[in-house]
């Protein structure tokens, strides 16, 4: 009705004040009578209180809304009844508002419950905690790995599991770790990985935690059974030509079954004892040296680390090795991104007996080819440095690929097979990778460092 909207009420009542203030000025000077002017001034007083209720009436409303705002309370609506079409329009603004408001809440609660489903049913143990120690997520993984049905502090890991603890507190942002720890009497290798973040000002550490050792037996069987295949290979190439040799010698030097005099030995069968006796000496020569070449590998070097400008290091190994590739008419240029603020903590001789391995690998796959070329490039990404070796030769077979770090795995026929896997460690050794990149043409060797630029 119109006569209750929020505009008509407004107006009667300023024009009640305004008639009552001109009644007032009025009485005081047509009249005089002294209760006249009072009237009107008590009557514009009340008006005026009037007024000022009926406005924080209807800003009550208002009020009210926004409170259920502030209290997470999207139930209420602002009913605009009966106070005109202004009132109209902000009802249905704020309405829309609330029903926004509830579709908001609606999702953030079912991406709350499904965010927390997939924690409950995720393989991965996971442990959020504050910087003061309070535990706030411990998943079911988490609890089932550490026996623990929960925690309300990590300070409790530390009297169970005094290595996860200091793992737990001492680890970066976005570290990675292996962790051997004892359970009940087992003992588990547990990959860590952690999390740092802050919300609402509140610093948390998130801990995953995943036990790898069926991978690690995994691996450790698949690389011990390539290992032995290659170990007998190499042991059956040496055996079998001296089995055959000592065969030949015992057919030589026996007959029926009795040892032959020596005036019965021809010059020939002389020679040919002779013969199968050095042929099977250098056997056992190569097989004493395939020995000492599987023992000095796995003799784990120990590093000398120093501050070393890669590029300056890089340019000395391309100086000693310039003449060889020039005598095969092979092209060994180096391309540098950055040049001496590049520095790594490294041990410079196995870096440089790195580098000379994978240079003379590719030497030796581009001999005989025209137009041979090998890439040194020297990469800054991140807090990585990068050592790439490339070259335009006819590059590692698809189904060998997976087999060159193998110790004693090689297709040469005078090498050892000891190179890329020793280069390998090497790198190991400095925290860093190596690692081989199919290419449609040629090879590329990438060397990961970490580093500083």
Do not use: C
Not at 52 to 62: G, K
Not at 229 to 249: D, G, K, Y
Not at 323 to 336: C, G, R, T
């Amino acid at each position: 009705m119109v006569f209750k909207t929020f505009r008509f009420q407004m107006v009667i009542r300023v024009l009640g004040i305004g008639l009552s203030l001109i009644g007032l000025f009025w009485s005081l000077y047509e009249t005089k009578f002294l209760m006249t002017p009072i009237v009107f001034s008590l009557l514009s007083a009340g008006q005026l209180m009037a007024l000022i209720y009926y406005v924080e009436n209807s800003t009550r409303e208002l009020n009210r809304f926004f409170q259920s705002f502030t209290d997470r309370d999207y139930t209420k609506s602002f009913d605009s009844e009966y106070k005109g079409k202004a009132f109209t329009e902000i009802s249905n603004t704020f309405n829309q508002m609330i029903d926004a408001f509830k579709k908001l809440n609606i999702e953030k609660e079912e991406y709350y419950q499904y965010l927390k489903q997939v924690n409950e049913h995720v393989e991965v143990s996971l442990i959020s905690f504050k910087a003061n120690g309070k535990v706030d997520l411990m998943n079911k993984a988490a609890q089932r790995l550490l026996k623990k049905p929960l925690l309300y502090s990590i300070d409790a890991v530390a009297n169970t599991y005094p290595e996860l603890y200091t793992a737990f507190i001492s680890m970066k942002s976005g570290e990675k770790r292996l962790q051997k720890t004892e359970i009940d009497g087992e003992v588990f290798s547990l990959a860590l990985v952690a999390k740092k973040f802050k919300l609402s000002g509140v610093d948390y550490t998130l801990i995953a935690l995943q036990d790898i050792r069926q991978e690690l037996q995994a691996n450790e069987i698949d690389a011990w059974q390539k290992l032995i295949r290659v170990l007998t290979h190499e042991i059956m190439n040496s055996m079998t030509p001296v089995l055959s040799l000592t065969t030949a010698i015992g057919h030589l030097v026996t007959e029926e079954g009795k040892a032959k005099s020596a005036a019965q030995l021809s010059n020939e069968d002389v020679s040919d004892i002779h013969r199968s006796i050095s042929a099977i000496e250098n056997r056992g020569k190569g097989l004493l040296s395939f020995v000492n070449a599987y023992r000095d590998y796995t003799k784990i070097p120990e590093l000398n680390l120093e501050n070393v400008k890669l590029s300056q290091l890089v340019e000395e190994v391309k100086l000693l090795l310039d003449s060889d590739f020039k005598k095969e008419n092979i092209s060994l240029v180096f391309n540098a991104a950055y040049q001496d603020e590049l520095e790594v903590q490294v041990d410079p001789k196995l870096i440089s007996q790195v580098l000379i391995n994978l240079l003379k690998n590719a030497k030796e796959a581009l001999a005989g080819q025209l137009n041979g070329k090998v890439a040194l490039s020297l990469i800054q990404n991140g807090t990585s440095t990068i050592i790439e070796i490339s070259d335009n030769g006819p590059g590692i077979p698809p189904e060998i690929q997976d087999q060159i770090f193998i110790p004693f795995f090689t297709t040469k026929k005078l090498g050892n097979g000891i190179g890329l896997s020793l280069s390998n460690q090497i790198i190991k050794l400095h925290g860093g990778e190596l690692s081989f990149l199919p290419s449609e043409v040629g090879s590329r060797f990438v060397v990961r460092l970490v580093g500083k630029g």
